[in-house]
T-cell receptor
Framework: GESVGLHLPTLSVQEGDNSIINCAYSNSASDYFIWYKQESGKGPQFIIDIRSNMDKRQGQRVTVLLNKTVKHLSLQIAATQPGDSAVYFCAENTGTASKLTFGTGTRLQVTL | DTGVSQNPRHKITKRGQNVTFRCDPISEHNRLYWYRQTLGQGPEFLTYFQNEAQLEKSRLLSDRFSAERPKGSFSTLEIQRTEQGDSAMYLC???????????????FGPGTRLTVL
């Protein structure tokens, strides 16, 4: 399939290590923040979301942290696996029309 | 597989031709979105429907673009007089929304890759 994100920032981690992917957002009025994973040739896949009145939310092997003071969002992946290799996008929703505004992606490469 | 399907998966066309893409959302979802994604970028919002009503259009959606959702189920996106700058991945997403401003998870289809020669 085609490559997603040819010139994206890249994070390289070893299998089993924890990964942290960061994102800065721009709209202080956004009410939800979402992380998506995109593999080559596929559409974005929902990972986890967080409402603006929270600062942390945990899922299976993933944790999202929200710092509204500095408009920063991070995704932590525990015990990173080869299947986690993909491009990761943060997105924000302002509540109007529920459209998503995506940030710049980060390519995660998991080395064995 | 999210349950959202798009056809065709790939389309190659010559500049000036018209193309039409189809999206079939998850059946009970009342909201349907179109996004465009170019290499190295995140998806950009184009337009969205709540049932059959097109409620918002991005300034990216020039008058050569038209989207429809005639029966509130599948949607089509047509591009007339294609230009090389239209080359991109066109993504469709659907969600179940309770009110106009409520947020619900969007499920994305695999996209249609358009190449304009």
């Amino acid at each position: 399939g085609e490559s997603v994100g040819l010139h994206l920032p890249t994070l390289s981690v070893q299998e089993g290590d924890n990964s942290i992917i960061n994102c800065a957002y721009s709209n202080s009025a956004s009410d939800y923040f979402i992380w998506y994973k995109q593999e080559s040739g596929k559409g974005p896949q929902f990972i986890i979301d967080i409402r603006s009145n929270m600062d942390k939310r945990q899922g299976q092997r993933v944790t999202v942290l929200l710092n509204k003071t500095v408009k920063h969002l991070s995704l932590q992946i525990a015990a990173t696996q080869p299947g986690d290799s993909a491009v990761y996008f943060c997105a924000e929703n302002t509540g109007t029309a529920s459209k998503l505004t995506f940030g710049t992606g980060t390519r995660l490469q998991v080395t064995l | 597989d999210t349950g959202v399907s798009q056809n065709p998966r790939h389309k190659i066309t010559k500049r000036g031709q018209n193309v039409t893409f189809r999206c079939d959302p998850i059946s009970e979802h009342n909201r349907l979105y179109w996004y465009r994604q170019t290499l190295g970028q995140g998806p950009e919002f184009l337009t969205y429907f709540q049932n059959e009503a097109q409620l918002e259009k991005s300034r990216l959606l020039s008058d050569r673009f038209s989207a429809e959702r005639p029966k509130g189920s599948f949607s089509t996106l047509e591009i007339q007089r294609t230009e090389q700058g239209d080359s991109a991945m066109y993504l469709c997403a659907s969600s179940l929304g309770a009110g106009r401003s409520s947020y619900n998870e969007q499920f994305f289809g695999p996209g249609t890759r358009l190449t304009v020669l």
